[in-house]
Nanobody, 121 residues
Framework: QVQLVESGGGLVQAGGSLTLSCVAS????????MGWYRQAPGKQRELVAL???????NYEDSVKGRFTISRDNAENTVYLQMNSLKPEDTAVYYC???????????????WGRGTLVTVSS
């Protein structure tokens, strides 16, 4: 069973920065992609940033130029550096990992429990 442990959320003023971390532990042969999603009150969960095993990335339009996703393959860790934070970035941020538990077969998807980011105006 693979588990994700997120950290780094908290309260920050508009214009400030936070870095989220997510560590994956357990039976992992390889990781296909790691990403961060967020869900604000009353809204659907949305993709914020994704990084694949070839290190290509995708970002939600509103965070482009402000957020940076990176990963440490040796530590099975993904980071989200968030700069120039805005009140509309307030949400619970969830880590998502697609990994292979075996040398063959399809990947498995796992979610973290979420970490709250609150940006005050």
């Amino acid at each position: 069973q693979v588990q994700l442990v997120e950290s780094g959320g908290g309260l920050v003023q508009a214009g400030g920065s936070l870095t989220l971390s997510c560590v994956a532990s357990g039976r992992i042969v390889s990781i296909n992609a790691m990403g961060w999603y967020r869900q604000a009150p009353g809204k659907q969960r949305e993709l914020v940033a994704l990084i694949r095993d070839d290190r290509t990335t995708n970002y939600e339009d509103s965070v482009k130029g402000r957020f940076t996703i990176s990963r440490d393959n040796a530590e099975n860790t993904v980071y989200l550096q968030m700069n120039s934070l805005k009140p509309e970035d307030t949400a619970v941020y969830y880590c998502n990992v697609k990994y292979n538990p075996k040398w063959y077969g399809n990947y498995v998807e796992v979610w973290g429990r979420g970490t709250l980011v609150t940006v005050s105006s």
